[in-house]
Protein backbone atom coordinates (compact mmCIF):
# COMPACT_ATOMS: atom_id res chain seq x y z
CA UNK A 1 0.00 0.00 0.00
CA UNK A 2 2.66 2.11 0.37
CA UNK A 3 4.30 1.50 -3.00
CA UNK A 4 0.86 2.46 -4.20
CA UNK A 5 0.46 5.55 -1.99
CA UNK A 6 4.22 6.66 -2.82
CA UNK A 7 3.03 6.50 -6.17
CA UNK A 8 -0.05 8.46 -6.46
CA UNK A 9 1.96 11.45 -4.35
CA UNK A 10 4.28 11.42 -7.46
CA UNK A 11 1.64 12.05 -9.78
CA UNK A 12 0.02 14.69 -8.20
CA UNK A 13 2.83 16.27 -7.86
CA UNK A 14 3.56 16.60 -11.47
CA UNK A 15 3.09 19.73 -13.03
CA UNK A 16 2.80 18.28 -16.72
CA UNK A 17 -0.40 15.71 -16.72
CA UNK A 18 -0.38 14.47 -19.74
CA UNK A 19 -2.87 11.65 -20.68
CA UNK A 20 -0.72 8.79 -19.75
CA UNK A 21 -0.55 9.98 -16.32
CA UNK A 22 -3.98 10.53 -16.33
CA UNK A 23 -4.52 7.02 -17.08
CA UNK A 24 -2.49 5.68 -14.81
CA UNK A 25 -3.77 7.68 -12.07
CA UNK A 26 -7.15 6.09 -12.74
CA UNK A 27 -5.79 2.50 -12.37
CA UNK A 28 -4.42 3.82 -8.80
CA UNK A 29 -7.71 4.97 -7.57
CA UNK A 30 -9.66 1.74 -9.63
CA UNK A 31 -7.94 -0.87 -6.89
CA UNK A 32 -9.54 0.90 -4.34
CA UNK A 33 -13.42 -0.07 -3.96
CA UNK A 34 -12.09 -4.29 -3.74
CA UNK A 35 -12.46 -4.09 -0.50
CA UNK A 36 -16.18 -3.24 -0.29
CA UNK A 37 -17.65 -5.48 -2.98
CA UNK A 38 -20.20 -8.40 -1.76
CA UNK A 39 -21.14 -11.47 -2.73
CA UNK A 40 -24.96 -12.69 -3.54
CA UNK A 41 -25.43 -15.90 -1.63
CA UNK A 42 -28.29 -17.84 -0.84
CA UNK A 43 -29.42 -18.59 2.34
CA UNK A 44 -30.39 -22.25 3.46
CA UNK A 45 -31.79 -21.46 6.81
CA UNK A 46 -33.58 -18.70 8.71
CA UNK A 47 -30.99 -16.35 9.92
CA UNK A 48 -31.84 -13.32 12.52
CA UNK A 49 -30.88 -10.13 10.72
CA UNK A 50 -30.03 -11.14 7.66
CA UNK A 51 -32.89 -13.17 6.29
CA UNK A 52 -34.87 -15.77 5.76
CA UNK A 53 -33.93 -19.50 3.96
CA UNK A 54 -33.79 -19.29 -0.11
CA UNK A 55 -33.80 -15.19 -0.59
CA UNK A 56 -30.38 -13.98 -2.31
CA UNK A 57 -28.81 -11.55 0.14
CA UNK A 58 -25.41 -9.66 -0.39
CA UNK A 59 -22.64 -10.26 2.00
CA UNK A 60 -18.79 -9.41 2.72
CA UNK A 61 -16.61 -12.25 1.42
CA UNK A 62 -14.97 -12.85 4.56
CA UNK A 63 -18.54 -12.97 6.10
CA UNK A 64 -19.60 -15.68 3.73
CA UNK A 65 -16.01 -17.64 4.26
CA UNK A 66 -15.54 -17.63 7.86
CA UNK A 67 -19.43 -17.99 9.04
CA UNK A 68 -21.77 -19.28 6.51
CA UNK A 69 -20.42 -21.40 4.45
CA UNK A 70 -18.47 -23.41 7.19
CA UNK A 71 -21.92 -23.97 8.62
CA UNK A 72 -24.04 -24.55 5.42
CA UNK A 73 -25.86 -21.47 6.09
CA UNK A 74 -25.49 -20.10 2.59
CA UNK A 75 -24.41 -20.92 -0.83
CA UNK A 76 -22.92 -18.57 -3.91
CA UNK A 77 -25.80 -17.33 -6.35
CA UNK A 78 -24.71 -19.17 -9.22
CA UNK A 79 -27.04 -20.84 -11.79
CA UNK A 80 -26.04 -24.33 -10.09
CA UNK A 81 -26.81 -24.33 -6.74
CA UNK A 82 -30.07 -22.20 -7.05
CA UNK A 83 -31.14 -24.84 -9.63
CA UNK A 84 -30.40 -27.20 -6.44
CA UNK A 85 -32.09 -25.37 -4.17
CA UNK A 86 -35.17 -24.68 -6.37
CA UNK A 87 -35.29 -28.80 -6.59
CA UNK A 88 -35.03 -29.45 -3.15
CA UNK A 89 -38.20 -26.46 -2.53
CA UNK A 90 -40.41 -28.72 -4.96
CA UNK A 91 -39.04 -32.33 -2.92
CA UNK A 92 -40.33 -30.81 0.00
CA UNK A 93 -43.36 -28.77 -1.05
CA UNK A 94 -44.42 -32.39 -2.64
CA UNK A 95 -43.78 -34.39 0.73
CA UNK A 96 -45.71 -32.38 2.76
CA UNK A 97 -48.44 -31.87 0.05
CA UNK A 98 -48.39 -35.69 0.75
CA UNK A 99 -48.97 -35.59 4.70
CA UNK A 100 -51.32 -32.79 5.13
Known sequence: MAYLQYSKN???????????????????????SVRYRKLEVILTTNIDKLGKAGETVKVT?????????????????????AYLINEQRKVVLVLLSMFF
Open 10 to 32: ALRQSKALNSECLLHLSLFYGGQ
Open 61 to 81: PGHFRNHLMPKLLAVLNIDKF
